[in-house]
């Protein structure tokens, strides 16, 4: 299996996100990857200049980063011809590493909105080279810039960063200093389509955590009374762990639980509600055994809730007074 390690740059919409097309925010104007055989070797690079059609000037935050003027894009090929020779560069065999998360949700739109068939497996499993870097080298919580790790490992600097082709290649580089069992282990998985059907559902167990996610359901009501999404089974052995603090919420987009398996203690649970394209939502729910003391912070969070409601309903009460 070969590493597709890809990385890309978008124009937006020069006058505001208002103005712009609502099913494509990000067009594509370069393609930068690097691959890498399963001893992380490099063996290919690939790299194409879109010219774009439907930004055809760049935004100026863009025009900032990438040094490039538009007209560099100009003598670039379409959307369409890019993609088609890049995948068809990547072989049948490989596993797409991107710096964060972002690259692949772009690609997939700017396919759907030239039509053009999404080729990938479901679940599409991914590496993602920035959450490994945090695991490998510092912790699972920062995220940083390529740079950052880049510097942080004492690669060569020895071209620019923010163009696709050598952000792809200084990625390639972090990803040849992290251990390959880390990486296989510390998997991603892109949602851009999320499963459509019960089947399709995703169940993910990793060192410290698990991860569902749901089928797309109609309305983010339907979801928190779907018994799989609020069930909470300990991803060590199976059984159901106790609730202790049932499900809640701030924001109708963020749940916690904390409940307890009787064989492997407390954990503590979080639901994400996640919009799909076409207007669906899905949940991601992470389980993690922690201990007590974490555990209790799932309790003080939902003893701050209640009482900012308190203060809230007070201050609603007050003021109908006047
Ligand atoms: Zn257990």
Redesign the pocket.
Known sequence: MDYIVLDLEWNQCPVGKKEGVPSLPFEIIEIGAIKLNEKKEITDRFHRLISPQVYTELHYQIKKVIHKTIKDFDRGVSFSEAVTSFLEWCGDDYRFCTWSGGDLTELQRNMKYYRIPIPFPRPLIYYDVQKLFGIAFESRKIARNLEYAVNHLSIVKDNPFHGAYYDALYTAKVLQKIETSLIRSNYSIDCFIPPQTRKEEIYAVFETYSKYISRVFDSKEKIMSDKEVTSTR?Y????P?KKKIRWFSSNNKHYFCQCL????GWMKGKILIKTAEGGKSYAVKILKLVPFEEALKIKEKQEELRQKRKRKRLRQSLAAEK
């Open positions: 300990c060590l052995c199976g059984k762990a398996c009787e064989h492997h």
